[in-house]
């Protein structure tokens, strides 16, 4: 396969990316693919882990295509993936409205939302793909917002200029993945998938240094199952739970990567995680997750804080000069839509200033005031009325006539498995599909992208790039019989043992908790190598505490829902270790990821080209060595890197 | 309310070790809820406490808490869901309980969601009906653009309201019938909205009926209850609107 | 595709046959009122006896009427008495606290006793055939003339069965139950039989209601006049 001149020797593995102009690359590429012939695709079975937006469109693709698919989720339906949460919309390049939009254009805003921190060539065909998208979604009957003349209609998002984010309502996640979860069904219906639902990945069967299968646990029996597989595909989602607080759903997690990594699969730019500006936000200890209140909301509510620092006054009692409406006035140009690290970073400034609102201080307000006035209460109810609703149950507040209060959240994490062009991860026959994998979005993701990466993985890449390796590679039939499965079978049991058996004196979540709160305070907003090696050690201490003093109840064979749990729980504390010492390595600011020693006189985040142009690659080496760094070198053809600037 | 306030709550609450073992209500008194609590974090409180004594926790299902899932599946006091309309248990506050409440939580029931453990059930035969028909069977690659179709507002909006549905099953677990109709009808009205939903309307409606009545579940006698109980508002014309396409594959 | 029988005994297929036989049933009721109420003609109750007589006079097509009015009855009640009982196999196990929502829920003395006021009503039509079809309580058979010709004279059977305070409250009683039935039986006709979107089906429950009043006063107003006046 043609690769680029780009000097590679230094790093350890090839990324696959295909020569030629830009523009040209993936069309290249799917033309210069093996292709596995009908007949053979029928031979090759194929898993498929996770049923989010990734997970389902890639098993429904792959098995119209003709392969035997076992798809697996851990929820008790694959409707439930988290994808099924995402609110405001998915981006593509189709100018619909006329506003000069290209696929350029959208490779070029991705590519700097992200702070140049991603491969143009990736982001490139997310780009070229993008429209198919919106086409596929909509031939499945995803009821997108329309127009009166029955056209698509479109808002825009943070980061962008243009509007080019179609959207159902507040629910478009939802209603995007209802239409890859239709397909996967359809599958099902067929007999091409295999549903297992309510079955947990605990580990990857790797034979001769190849992804041949996997080990999981049925959540209903606690029953341990085997497959065997020609390719497994990871399509798990973020792991942005490690901060227990977080806008993921309970029982997102990272166990399947983290095994994965475990397994030889290396993982790259793990500390990038996106803090999203608008959640709703925390109001006591004992609280469970945090909700978004979508993007797409700062298109017309506006932010601000009292100009006077401890101002307690009724924010409607607070006259239009006494506020500060502060993203107006740092950044003209793009306003309350900023991308969202710089949004997020904002609100921290304002509120350590002491200027922040709610009982906590810990919120700013978004206010509709304004766009009530100048729209009229229908047209914002139409809008966002879901939102809205979903804001008063949660606050007991009436967002029509009080602003609401909002303060950042983790959201999402950019960093994932290392995959090449392919998606494919440094195990051959592994491969990672959405936000399991790092590949797009850099050091920052923009709004509406997640939903378009994890479709365009599963619909429209990986259906040409499996083929390749699969008619490549050749694998032979293998059966669950072989010892590698037997192996990992036993080590993954004796995990859930040794997790029942330590009866210790505290629960699963208060050391979730206890985490969450150092990766918070330490890996969060702003880092800095003080509290980084802090957080290094505090972890360490932590997972040794885990594994003498957590109380796992219950039995392995049955439902047992804090078995899962502390299963997933020992992972994130690994995982938060791995986090914070990429985060160390990284003594730059760039995108999501702020180091307080890197930034402007004006206090913006300050890259570092010369030194950080690259993918950190993580190579698990034991867990009582230290991972191994490998730097993949980001090299820009086609855009010319500057400092990000919204002003 | 201020924060500082907690209330004291008695839960009667269902549990069951699996299908084949008979449930019982366990009692438990709690006196440490604070009303800005949701109703999951209740329980997740109650669980930390049971663990603490190292008592087996409480199962229940549950997962975005932010009622877009679908998974979470309380009978609360009698209603799925609880006591707020248009409101998932895991979106249900604790500010609209009172002090000194006693408060029953029971599973959904029915013949066609099996007991799993205390809370949890199997609600797989919604997967069942959908994969009967719940589609529209466009393979991935050949779609046209998506502007080529006009759907005027009104009628994709129709449409929306209908695919809405989360798939929590709140609409058997209230019918006095146990009866998925609503679910079902919300899918076929979706499509029968939408012109992509055309070329297979009437094998699709045929199909996913047929595939309600095997699983088991009841038949709809029009109590609207299900309406009253979706934490989404869908409408029971979504039943009405299942068996216009009934009649219209019969014809 | 399922054959036409096969799709209309699954469960949509018997609510839309429930429906129609309702509607039709309902119609039958209409047009009954309408009979009944010629005994306030002021003729004495000609108009009532001739509208028995002209019935009666249809022969075989008033037979091919009766036969279908008692299949369309009889599968109403067949069909709706078999979904009442599947309710038990759905759910083995029933709730120890149930309660409705409220809102827009159809949940209600009527809804709820659907099953107990349609076998009310299966009785009383058994009886009521009987008592003026075949006067069969009556120790004897009135006649009388009308235009030269005899004929029976249903109205004094009528009138003289409703100076009995016991049968008039009897049949006041049943026409409640006819209106309880009703006021969700029609609600249900509508929606089995796919009318209404999501803006009209408060539209049709009232609807539903106006009927389940008028027909119900419709009918009670009969016996009731009839004992307080003496006659009619």
């Known amino acids: 396969m043609p690769t680029t001149e780009q000097p590679m020797n230094t790093f350890k593995w090839d990324s696959k990316i295909p020569s030629g102009p830009l523009g040209e690359k993936w069309s290249n590429h799917k033309n210069n693919v093996k292709l596995v012939n009908p007949n053979n695709k029928r031979k090759h079975n194929i898993i498929v882990v996770g049923t989010g937006l990734a997970g389902a469109s890639a098993a429904a693709s792959l098995a119209e295509l003709g392969y035997n698919v076992d798809a697996f989720c851990i929820q008790d339906s694959a409707r439930r993936a988290h994808s099924i949460a995402a609110q405001g919309g998915i981006n593509a390049a189709k100018n619909y409205q006329n506003d000069g939009d290209s696929v350029w254009r959208l490779f070029y805003d991705t590519i700097k939302g992200g702070d140049y921190r991603s491969r143009e060539a990736n982001v490139h065909r997310l780009a070229e793909v993008s429209n198919n998208i919106i086409d596929q979604c909509v031939a499945q009957g995803v009821p997108f917002a329309r127009e009166y003349g029955g056209t698509l209609s479109n808002r825009s998002f943070g980061g962008a200029q243009l509007s080019r984010t179609f959207y159902a309502r507040g629910q478009t996640g939802q209603q995007l993945l209802l239409g890859a979860y239709s397909a ?16 947990e990945m605990l580990d990857l069967v790797v034979i001769d240094g190849v992804a041949r299968g996997i080990i999981t646990r049925n959540l209903v029996t606690g029953e341990i199952n085997r497959y065997a597989a020609d390719a497994v595909l990871l399509c798990t989602g973020g792991y942005g739970n490690v901060y227990y607080l977080s806008t993921n759903a309970k029982n997102s997690n990272v166990t399947a990567a983290w095994r994965c990594y475990k397994r ?63 993203l107006e006035r740092i950044y003209p140009s793009f306003g309350n839509l900023v991308p969202r690290d710089v949004a997020s970073r904002n609100a921290k400034y304002v509120c350590d200033e002491g200027r922040g609102v709610g009982e906590t201080g810990l919120a700013v307000y978004l206010d509709f005031r304004d766009a009530i006035k100048r729209d009229g209460e229908n047209v914002i109810r139409d809008k966002y009325g879901n939102l809205f609703d979903m804001y008063e149950k949660i606050t007991g507040e009436n967002p029509y006539e009080v602003p609401m209060r909002i303060f950042p959240a983790v959201h999402y994490t950019m960093g994932g498995l290392w995959v090449d062009y392919n998606l494919m991860t440094t195990v051959p026959g592994l491969f990672a599909l959405g936000e399991a994998n790092f590949s797009d979005h850099g050091a920052n993701r923009l709004g509406a992208s997640a939903l378009m990466q994890g479709l365009a993985d599963g619909y429209f890449v990986i259906p040409y790039t499996l083929g390749d390796y699969i008619a490549s590679a050749k694998p032979d039939k293998i059966t669950t019989d072989h010892k590698a499965f037997e192996e990992t079978e036993r080590e993954a049991v004796a995990q859930l043992d040794k997790l029942l058996k330590i009866k210790g004196k505290k629960t699963i979540l208060d050391f979730h908790r206890q985490l969450g709160k150092v990766m918070w305070d330490k890996v969060g907003m702003a880092r800095n190598e003080e509290g980084l090696k802090e957080a290094i050690a505090e972890i360490r201490e932590m997972r040794a ?34 986090m914070a010492v990429d985060a160390l390595d990284r003594r730059e600011s760039c995108g999501g990821h702020f180091r307080e020693e890197s ?32 730097k993949e070198d980001l090299i820009f053809e086609n855009v010319k890197l500057t400092q990000r600037s919204y002003k | 309310m201020s924060n500082n306030e907690t209330m004291s709550l008695t839960l009667k609450i269902w549990r069951q070790k699996n299908q084949n073992t008979k449930g019982f209500f366990e009692e438990h008194k709690m006196d440490d809820v604070n009303p800005h609590m949701s109703f999951l974090e209740m329980l997740d409180l109650l669980n930390e406490h049971l663990m603490q004594d190292q008592k087996e926790p409480i199962e229940f299902d549950h997962d975005c808490r932010e009622g877009i899932c679908g998974s979470c599946n309380l009978v609360i006091n009698g209603v799925a869901h609880g006591p707020e309309m248009r409101t998932a248990a895991c979106q249900l506050h604790m500010r609209k309980f009172n002090d000194g409440d006693t408060i029953t939580i029971e599973p959904w029931r029915a013949e ?18 959908m994969s009967a028909g719940g589609y529209v069977s466009v393979g991935t690659g050949n779609a046209p653009d998506a502007n080529a179709i006009p759907i005027p507002k009104q009628q994709a909006d129709q449409a929306m309201d209908y695919a809405v549905c989360i798939g929590c099953g709140a609409c058997v677990a209230s019918c006095p019938n146990s009866s998925a109709s609503l679910f079902t009808g919300a899918k076929i009205s979706q499509f029968a909205n939408l012109p992509q939903g055309e070329p297979e309307r009437k094998r699709r409606v045929v199909a996913m009926v047929e595939q309600m009545e095997k699983e088991g579940f009841g038949d709809c006698s029009n109590y609207a209850e299900c309406e009253a109980v979706c934490p989404v508002g869908i409408s029971i014309s979504a039943i009405a609107e299942m068996r216009r396409e009934y009649m219209k594959a019969l014809i | 595709m399922a054959s036409l029988t096969a799709a209309l005994q699954s469960s949509v297929g018997r609510k839309i046959l429930t429906g129609i036989t309702g509607i039709f049933l309902v119609i039958f009721l209409v047009v009954h009122l309408a009979g009944n109420l010629t005994l306030f003609a002021p003729d004495q109750g000609e108009s009532f006896n001739l509208y028995a007589q002209f019935l009666h006079d249809l022969g075989p097509l008033l037979w091919i009427a009766e036969i279908i009015l008692v299949v369309l009855f009889l599968l109403h009640a067949y069909i709706g008495i078999s979904i009442y009982l599947r309710r038990k196999k759905a759910r083995p196990e029933n709730y120890h606290l149930y309660k409705s929502q409220g809102g827009p829920s159809k949940q209600n003395f009527a809804s709820k006793s659907m099953a107990v006021t349609g076998v009310v009503l299966l009785i009383f039509v058994v009886l009521h055939i009987l008592h003026f079809k075949y006067q069969a309580f009556s120790p004897e058979t009135y006649y009388t003339t009308i235009n030269g010709e005899e004929v029976k004279d249903l109205t004094r059977h009528v009138v003289e069965a409703f100076q009995n305070i016991w049968v008039v409250l009897a ?4 026409m409640l139950m006819v209106g309880v039935h009703l006021k969700h039986g029609v609600w249900s006709a509508f929606i089995s039989l796919g009318a209404g979107n999501p803006k009209k089906t408060a539209v049709l429950y009232t609807i539903g209601t106006i009927v389940a009043v008028l027909l119900s006063l419709g009918f009670l107003f009969i016996p009731i006049y009839i004992y307080l006046n003496g006659g009619v």
């Not at chain 1, 996967?184 to 079955?199: D, H, P, T, W």
């Not at chain 1, 080209?609 to 060595?625: A, H, I, Q, R, T």
């Open chain 1, 545 to 578: 505490e885990f594994w003498e003093n957590v109380f796992v109840p219950g039995e392995p064979a049955t439902y047992n829902k804090y078995l899962e749990y502390a299963n997933r729980v020992a992972d994130f504390l690994e995982l938060g270790e791995l």
């Open chain 1, 264 to 326: 030889g699969a290396a993982f790259a730019n793990p500390n990038f995680t996106q803090i999203h500006p608008t959640c709703i936000p925390v109001s006591g200890d004992y609280q469970s997750k945090l909700t978004l209140m979508s993007e797409s909301l700062r298109n017309d509510g506006r932010v601000w804080v009292p100009k006077k620092v401890g101002d307690k006054r009724h924010p409607n009692d607070i006259p239009d000069d006494e506020r500060d409406y502060y």
């Open chain 1, 599 to 630: 930034q402007t006189p004006e206090g913006e985040a300050q890259r570092d080209d010369e030194n950080f142009s690259y993918v950190s690659v993580w190579e698990f080496m034991g867990l009582e060595k230290d991972p191994v760094l490998h």
């Open chain 1, 184 to 199: 996967l069904m359809k599958g099902v219906n067929s007999g091409k998938i295999n549903m297992y639902a309510r079955e």
């Open chain 3, 171 to 174: 049949y006041t009683f049943v």
């Open chain 2, 112 to 129: 066609a969601f099996p007991m799993i453990k205390d809370l949890v059930v199997d609600r797989s035969a919604f997967d069942r009906i």
